[in-house]
């Protein structure tokens, strides 16, 4: 066999187990995202966010199967299947492009849209309801305090009604510490926006990087397999000699 076609059904064979790998990959980013933003639903984190993440998802199920096709297809040295083969990929290279697009406008848009509803979050706090829950894991995780800072909390309900003191959620750890507003030195005193931000922000750009890494993967698979297609080509119209 030509050492041409051995290389080639190699480097064909490696992508479709790149496909597989890269459909996994991807599987655990959109997953990752996914649960990352639902701890803070309660923020009402903006719906078109999950866009990028529900493209991540389709594209890695399709990985997957495209990797069968590739894999059969250079097996069996399918021109057709190698020509669906180069059509997919071309479609899936598409939608990770639309995803880097939807991702870096969200990326954009964080900021605004945290303000308000983290603020109304915030403003609802009781220590008992769903919105009470969704900060102390806030406050506790990021270790965080308020909105801005530990100060916000002196203009909340919550802070007239209990004499004066800021949740639990609020103190640092292993210390003795009762919320009380007048000890900020056992309180963290950061503000958990910015924090919230920037986890947020970190999460869509490592979900950014994978996909883009897996673009360029693609790009270099299109440029193989139009290799393949113009050596068999030249092949074929060879003149014959007697």
Same mark, same amino acid.
């Given at each position: ?81 190698? +020509?669906? &083969?180069?059509?997919?990929? *071309? #479609? ?5 492009? =639309?995803? /880097? ?77 009762? +919320?009380? &507003?007048?000890?900020?030195? *056992? #309180? ?5 926006? =910015?924090? /919230? ?46």
């Amino acid at each position: 066999m030509d050492c041409g076609i051995v290389a080639s059904k190699t480097v064909l064979l490696l992508l479709s187990l790149i496909f597989w790998v890269a459909g996994a990959a991807l599987a655990f980013v959109g997953s990752y995202v996914i649960s990352s933003y639902k701890n803070f639903d309660g923020f009402r984190v903006d719906k078109y966010a999950f866009i990028p993440v529900a493209i991540i998802l389709a594209v890695a199920i399709v990985m997957f199967i495209v990797g069968i096709i590739g894999c059969c297809a250079t097996l069996r040295e399918s021109r057709v299947g190698l +020509g669906f &083969f180069l059509l997919i990929i *071309l #479609l899936i290279f598409a939608a990770e492009v =639309t995803a /880097l697009v939807f991702g870096v406008i969200y990326r954009a848009k964080v900021n605004g849209e945290l303000d308000k509803s983290m603020n109304e979050v915030f403003e609802k706090y009781d220590g008992k309801n769903s919105e009470s829950k969704t900060v102390d894991y806030l406050q506790t995780q990021l270790k965080c305090c308020g909105v801005l800072n530990y100060t916000d909390w002196s203009t909340r309900p919550y802070f007239i009604s209990h004499n004066k003191s800021v949740p639990i959620s609020c103190c640092k750890a292993n210390t003795t510490c009762t +919320g009380q &507003f007048n000890h900020p030195e *056992l #309180l963290n005193t950061k503000g958990c926006k =910015t924090q /919230l931000e920037q986890l947020l922000q970190n999460v869509l750009s490592t979900g950014l990087l994978v996909v883009m890494g897996f673009a360029i993967l693609k790009l270099l698979g299109i440029l193989s397999i139009c290799m393949i297609a113009c050596r068999s080509s030249r092949n074929d119209y060879q003149p014959l000699y007697s």
